[in-house]
């Protein structure tokens, strides 16, 4: 398993607080964690996703890529928050109780900070249940009816697959760019691409 996580053996932590004190020691040198999370029903149960993910918000870092273990566990990604990287609002929401909470750490208050400066903390992007077609989407396919009718069609993933790339342009004129862009892949009938930020 190690030669996939790029030589790093996954830990295990039992407790909320070994993983905290983890983070504590090695935030600002490590480049990732690879955890072994428990799944429900496991004889020996560890910290949950969710608490782990918290924890490492209070420390800047962010969760990412889950993959499969055995039949108990699966592992999960914790790394620290790229610079630039765009919030979710679900990750605005988590930081927002874990400062009400009084746990935020300065390195997670220190990326907060940055991303309300630049913009990023207020131009969250919405959890997919929660997306809306955006107004300006709504009009390119009231103008464009082969467009319409493939937006229509899609899952609720391919619909915030194309809410999200609209969303996330970094400015204006990118957004209008992508508006056009999203409107030709629809009206052709292209495959569209699984849901990205950026």
Known sequence: MSDSLAGMEPMTFHALA????WLADHHGTAGEAWLAIAKKGAATPTISA?????????????DSQ??????????QRYSPRRAGARWSQVNVDRAEALIAAGRMRPAGLAQIETAKGDGRWAAAYPAQRDAKTP???????????????????LD???R?????KLTSAPSAAARAKR???LTDLLASGAPIP?????
Request: charged fraction near 25%; include cysteine.
């Open 18 to 21: 070994d993983w905290e004190a």
């Open 50 to 62: 969710a608490e782990a993910g918290d924890v490492a918000i209070c420390f800047g870092w962010i």
């Open 66 to 75: 889950r993959r499969g273990l055995d039949d108990s566990h699966f592992l």
């Open 135 to 153: 107004e300006d989407l709504e009009a390119a396919l009231a103008d464009n009816p082969a467009a319409a009718a493939r937006f229509a069609t």
């Open 156 to 158: 609720k993933t391919g």
């Open 160 to 164: 915030y697959s194309v809410i999200l």
């Open 179 to 181: 508006l056009a862009a």
């Open 194 to 198: 699984p849901p990205q930020v950026g």
